[in-house]
């Protein structure tokens, strides 16, 4: 596709106001997050739930569930704290 050399055709970015909601993830997101390359079995994202290392998800409706992204990046970077000998992660 030609188009005029004055027009920026990448995606616009702009920040997030102060209000913005937080990103929400699905089962299949959070497995993905805490698994790398790797994506966690859903069993054992709730087996990790019940055993209190992940948050219970929140009910948005009946059959319906959603973790927030910070939560489950918090998580990580603690477990990276914790192998590092409880330095801060960057």
Do not use: F
Not at 3 to 18: L, W
Not at 70 to 87: H, L
Request: charge should be positive; aromatic fraction near 4%.
């Amino acid at each position: 596709m030609k188009t005029h050399p004055d027009v920026d055709r990448s995606p616009a970015v702009t920040p997030a106001p102060a209000d913005a909601l937080p990103e929400m993830l699905d089962i299949w997101a959070v497995c993905r997050l805490l698994g790398g390359s790797r994506p966690l079995n859903r069993a054992s994202v709730y087996r990790m739930i019940a055993a209190g290392r992940v948050p219970a998800a929140i009910k948005v409706s009946p059959g319906s569930s959603r973790w927030l992204r910070s939560e489950i990046v918090a998580i990580i970077k603690a477990r990276v704290a914790e192998r590092d000998g409880g330095q801060e992660a960057a």
